[in-house]
């Protein structure tokens, strides 16, 4: 019976770290991201199609979904200086994603933001004085979804913490013993409906 325990103590071990796991890869890619550590950035992340999605999702978010025509009719037409924001708006993407999605881009992108708050909104003081655990539960209280949709694919849905109606989705891999970051997306909330 006491093996039979110990045994059962083991298996909900595992399976509470197994659980943890791409919760704690989240925590430390955030971590690196925001002290500058481009060597866990880039063992953390798949950039190939990490920039690909990011770059995609910004674009559609920046000029909103590309006009499906219904079948049979023609498609709809864009006009000249639509045609103009939506070729400049890409453009804009295509070169911040070039520059930024790095594991040295990203923290310039972090610490642009922590310039603004220390100098400008004075909020960084704040965050600053937080411990570890209360920045954690800040950090958390913004995740809006997380599942597992097979043991080795995990998708988590984050708010902004600047702008609520921005969201980001991030799909992590098992890859070996490590999770890894394979796609991250932007995207606008979900809109709620009334019930």
Do not use: C
Not at 12 to 33: D, G, K, N, Q, Y
Not at 120 to 129: H, V
Request: proline fraction near 7%; avoid cysteine; charge should be positive.
């Amino acid at each position: 019976m006491r093996k039979l325990l110990v045994a059962l103590a083991a298996g909900l071990i595992l399976a509470v770290a197994f659980v943890a796991s791409p919760f704690v890869a989240v925590w430390t890619i955030r971590e690196a991201i925001r002290t500058g550590n481009a060597d866990v950035i880039e063992a953390r992340l798949e950039w190939p199609t990490v920039r690909e999605t990011l770059r995609l999702s910004m674009t559609e978010y920046a000029i909103g979904p590309t006009p499906v025509a219904a079948p049979g009719s023609p498609p709809a037409r864009v006009g000249l200086w639509q045609s103009i924001k939506n070729g400049l708006s890409r453009r804009a993407v295509d070169n911040l994603v070039a520059a930024y999605v790095t594991p040295e881009g990203l923290p310039q992108l972090f610490s642009a933001r922590q310039f603004y708050r220390t100098n400008i909104s004075g909020e960084q003081a704040r965050l600053d004085a937080m411990p570890w655990h209360e920045r954690a539960v800040e950090f958390w209280s913004r995740v809006k979804r997380a599942e597992f949709h097979s043991p080795f694919l995990f998708e988590i849905e984050m708010a902004d913490r600047n702008d609520p109606t921005r969201h980001y989705v991030g799909l992590l891999q098992l890859r070996g013993l490590d999770w890894k970051l394979t796609e991250l997306r932007v995207r606008k909330a979900p809109s709620v409906k009334p019930a």
